[in-house]
């Protein structure tokens, strides 16, 4: 088959390291099938899930259940973040280096989290034990007691407006500054996931000023949107952390373009339409976005920084989509070696297409994109995983997608727990 790619770019294919695509428990709100093809026709070939399922990912025994769930229905490769609770954090050590690179924590909670970690002492050892185990902390930074300090102040607003506009930013000014102590005192690998402030992005500048080892990620939706749209969006850009104002933006954008931000993760978190019609505080935080992540934040780039080359807008873009994600979890080696060949993993992408998005192009299961109406600068015309097509700009190829971890040499080796079954692998269907 002869692909054209005239005028078309090549870009390494997108790693986006935060999606919840809801296998097991929550299926309702999005699959395998429909997360994974949303994310081949969004240019991206792997993904990294997070833990906040039903049950939640805490042992390798269920990454293995979830893996197996998952091969057959997933055109995209795939890894986990794992979960902790407060009754599992000396399990952390179980998990690496053989199927974990990462563990999320969740600092609030609200509707989705089912293990948040409150108590200073035991985010503490959270710390510390990571630490150890030589594992990445990826952190939902906003400190919940901040929100339970004002909920009892005023009240729970039963508004959605009045309830989104009383979010205080506070809460993750604080759960960065916890953060950056804790990095401090442990030394421990930490990626800060979808920062939204001003306030925060000035933290995490200084903290890497002083040589820690912090990262962080921004999202698509937050350098999209402002407070302002949830006039028209209503609950559908209802986020947490929540969607901020102008000047944040521009100082994300800024922090994008001068080289603070690591990586950019769609936090794809879809809803039900039914649910995300709930009168606040009811409705769900969390949008889906994996398909828009390259091209939302491309047409951004094109739009602020009309100075700025293609070829260096797409530079950026595969440094903090491709190149950043793998170095920090570990893909470079699940991908491949320099010496024996690394998996095709590509994308053509055509700067020049504009487009408008709309609920009919949207591929995750509930069919809705807070970005319907939009023009696009930017698409991905086809999708390359592992030398197979899977996205050639009208269908999609087969699901082929495996579990990287099974791909690893470490994984095969005799696990440090009788409990723990082996790391193998089906053969992938035909
Ligand atoms: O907006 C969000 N949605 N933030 C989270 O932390 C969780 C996520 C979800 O799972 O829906
Ligand atoms: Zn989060
Ligand atoms: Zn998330």
Same mark, same amino acid.
């Given at each position: 088959?002869?692909?054209? &790619?005239?005028?078309?770019?090549?870009?390494?294919?997108?790693?986006?390291?935060?999606?919840?695509?809801?296998?097991?428990?929550?299926?309702?709100?999005?699959?395998?099938?429909?997360?994974?093809?949303?994310?081949?026709?969004?240019?991206?070939?792997?993904?990294?899930?997070?833990?906040?399922?039903?049950?939640?990912?805490?042992?390798?025994?269920?990454?293995?259940?979830?893996?197996?769930?998952?091969?057959?229905?997933?055109?995209?490769?795939?890894?986990?973040?794992?979960?902790?609770?407060?009754?599992?954090?000396?399990?952390?050590?179980?998990?690496?280096?053989?199927?974990?690179? +990462?563990?999320?924590?969740?600092?609030?909670?609200?509707?989705?989290?089912?293990?948040?970690?409150?108590?200073?002492?035991?985010?503490?050892?959270?710390? &510390?034990?990571?630490?150890?185990?030589?594992?990445?902390?990826?952190?939902?930074?906003?400190?919940?007691?901040?929100?339970?300090?004002?909920?009892?102040?005023?009240?729970?607003?039963?508004? /959605?407006?009045? /309830?989104?506009?009383?979010?205080?930013?506070?809460?993750?000014?604080? *759960?960065?500054?916890?953060?950056?102590?804790?990095?401090?005192? /442990?030394?421990? &690998?930490?990626?800060?996931?979808?920062?939204?402030?001003?306030?925060?992005?000035?933290?995490?500048?200084?903290?890497?000023?002083?040589?820690?080892?912090?990262? /962080?990620?921004?999202?698509?939706?937050?350098? +999209?949107?402002?407070?302002?749209?949830?006039?028209?969006?209503?609950?559908?850009?209802?986020?947490?952390?929540?969607?901020?104002? +102008?000047?944040?933006?521009?100082?994300?954008?800024?922090?994008?373009?001068?080289?603070?931000?690591?990586?950019?993760?769609?936090?794809?978190?879809?809803h039900t339409i039914e649910e995300k019609s709930r009168p606040a505080p009811d409705a769900p935080p969390g949008l889906p976005g994996v398909q828009e992540l390259l091209t939302a934040v491309f047409t951004g780039l094109r739009r602020r920084f009309p100075h700025t080359s293609v070829d260096d807008s797409l530079t950026l873009l595969a440094r903090v989509c491709s190149a950043e994600p793998a170095r920090l979890?570990?893909?470079?080696?699940?991908?491949?070696?320099?010496?024996?060949?690394?998996?095709?993993?590509?994308?053509?992408?055509?700067?020049?297409?504009?487009?408008?998005?709309? *609920?009919?192009?949207?591929?995750?299961?509930?069919?809705?994109?807070?970005?319907?109406?939009?023009?696009?600068?930017?698409?991905?015309?086809?999708?390359?995983?592992?030398?197979?097509?899977?996205?050639?700009?009208?269908?999609?190829?087969?699901?082929?997608?495996?579990?990287?971890? *099974?791909?690893?040499?470490?994984?095969?080796?005799?696990?440090?727990?009788?409990?723990?079954?082996?790391?193998?692998?089906?053969?992938?269907?035909?």
């Open positions: 088959r002869t692909l054209r &790619a005239r005028g078309l770019h090549l870009l390494p294919g997108v790693i986006d390291s935060h999606v919840h695509f809801r296998t097991p428990g929550l299926t309702h709100k999005e699959d395998w099938a429909h997360g994974s093809r949303a994310a081949a026709a969004g240019g991206v070939t792997t993904v990294i899930d997070m833990p906040n399922t039903r049950p939640a990912l805490h042992t390798v025994e269920r990454a293995h259940q979830k893996a197996e769930l998952i091969e057959g229905t997933s055109l995209v490769d795939f890894r986990f973040h794992f979960g902790v609770s407060p009754h599992t954090v000396e399990t952390i050590r179980d998990l690496s280096p053989r199927v974990a690179t +990462s563990v999320k924590v969740f600092m609030t909670g609200h509707h989705t989290a089912p293990d948040v970690i409150h108590d200073p002492k035991v985010l503490a050892r959270v710390f &510390a034990v990571a630490a150890e185990t030589g594992i990445r902390l990826v952190l939902h930074a906003e400190d919940d007691g901040v929100f339970a300090l004002l909920d009892r102040r005023q009240g729970t607003p039963r508004h /959605y407006d009045q /309830y989104e506009r009383t979010r205080p930013r506070s809460g993750g000014i604080v *759960a960065v500054t916890k953060i950056i102590e804790l990095v401090r005192r /442990y030394g421990t &690998a930490a990626h800060v996931l979808h920062v939204s402030s001003a306030e925060e992005a000035d933290l995490l500048a200084a903290a890497r000023h002083i040589g820690l080892p912090i990262t /962080y990620e921004t999202t698509p939706h937050h350098l +999209s949107f402002t407070a302002a749209d949830t006039h028209r969006l209503g609950a559908r850009i209802r986020l947490s952390p929540a969607i901020r104002h +102008s000047d944040d933006q521009q100082r994300l954008w800024d922090a994008l373009v001068g080289g603070e931000i690591s990586t950019l993760g769609s936090d794809h978190a879809p979890f570990g893909l470079d080696q699940q991908k491949g070696s320099l010496t024996e060949g690394l998996d095709a993993d590509l994308v053509l992408f055509d700067p020049e297409a504009t487009w408008l998005m709309s *609920a009919r192009h949207a591929h995750t299961k509930n069919h809705w994109s807070a970005y319907e109406g939009w023009t696009f600068t930017g698409r991905p015309t086809t999708t390359i995983r592992r030398g197979e097509i899977i996205w050639d700009g009208t269908s999609f190829g087969p699901a082929g997608g495996v579990w990287l971890d *099974a791909r690893n040499p470490l994984a095969t080796e005799e696990p440090a727990t009788p409990h723990h079954p082996r790391a193998t692998r089906e053969p992938a269907p035909a």
